[in-house]
């Protein structure tokens, strides 16, 4: 694998040998010796144009942890400030000897961009561009799913529902997952208020939505910063008709409940079913951490 920009670039088998592979890292990370040589004099630059917690500093330690350098690359105080372009940055980076570049980008098709048009010879992940996709948060869903439901390695998620919920016009998570999940055999229903919504989604509110018995339900953030104008009348509203309250996953006892996080907790989920029993949103982020570091093992792998 030369690049990662879209859940497109895999096949099935291709999901599932990265979903395994990080299923063996994450044992790694409970040892005392977290460190492999994988990546010993490789160079990875975490080119990030957008805020991020969860992906920026798991990538950066998935790098570590298999003995890359890494840089951290923060826009805000770089020469961008002088107009410079995403182009002579990203070729700059090269220069100086990244042979991967891990970019967070606000336009859909940066990385794409990067990938393609010949600019760069380095590996280029997407951790983000725009409203489009988000692959390695797919990735490490898929392995917090598979998890969930007792699947074991080679397999992918056959027979299951997943219920994703919210701003899925915003939503990159959605764009990845949306091509994830079927891929690797699950059906995926979405459901959220018909401004946020393809026109294919027609349930009436999330209780509606629920009654087609998903196994999971993945909550999406309300994106406010990507939004023009009032894309729904209140907040209060839309927590009242799309929010994942506790009593809603009460009458849902099995549901495993996932969220990409940053979370709006008491919009588009409350505290108790964030921090409930089907709660596993804070094993998607340890699960980040093992699917980024078998996404840049095989990076490298795909490059020699
Ligand atoms: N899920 C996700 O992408 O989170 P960050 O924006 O914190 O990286």
Redesign the pocket.
């Known amino acids: 694998m030369k690049h990662l920009v879209s859940i497109g670039d895999l096949t099935r088998e291709d999901a599932i040998s990265i979903l395994d592979h990080a299923s063996e890292l994450l044992t790694l990370n409970m040892q005392a010796n977290k460190k492999l040589p994988t990546l010993q004099s490789k160079t990875v630059v975490n080119l990030f144009f957008e805020?991020?917690?969860?992906?920026?500093i798991s990538f950066e330690l998935a790098a570590k942890r298999l003995s890359a350098d890494v840089i951290n690359f923060n826009a805000s105080s770089s020469s961008l400030a002088k107009g410079e372009s995403l182009k002579d940055t990203a070729q700059t980076l090269e220069a100086l000897g990244a042979d991967a570049v891990v970019i967070r980008h606000p336009s859909s098709g940066a990385a794409h961009n990067l990938a393609n048009r010949g600019w760069l010879t380095a590996g280029i992940v997407n951790a983000?561009d725009g409203t489009n996709e988000?692959p390695t948060?797919a990735l490490l869903d898929a392995l917090t799913l598979r998890d969930a439901f007792g699947f074991a390695k080679g397999e992918g998620l056959d027979g299951k529902r997943i219920l994703i919920v919210g701003d899925i016009l915003h939503s990159r998570?959605a764009g990845s997952n949306l091509l994830l999940l079927p891929l690797l055999g699950a059906e995926v229903v979405v459901a959220g208020p018909g401004t946020l919504t393809p026109q294919d989604s027609n349930f009436r509110d999330l209780d509606h939505a629920l009654q087609m018995q998903p196994d999971a339900v993945m909550m999406l953030r309300v994106q406010r910063e990507r939004m023009a104008g009032n894309m729904f009348p209140s907040e209060r509203e839309y927590s009242k008709f799309w929010g994942l309250s506790a009593e809603r996953v009460t009458k849902n006892p099995n549901i495993i409940v996932l969220h990409?996080?940053?979370m709006n907790r008491g919009l588009e989920i409350s505290s108790r079913a964030a921090d409930g029993s089907g709660s596993r949103i804070l094993q998607q982020v340890s699960n980040g951490l093992a699917v980024r570091m078998a996404v840049l093992h095989r990076l490298f792998e795909g490059a020699e």
């Open positions: 805020n991020s917690t969860r992906t920026k983000g988000h948060q998570v990409p996080g940053p």
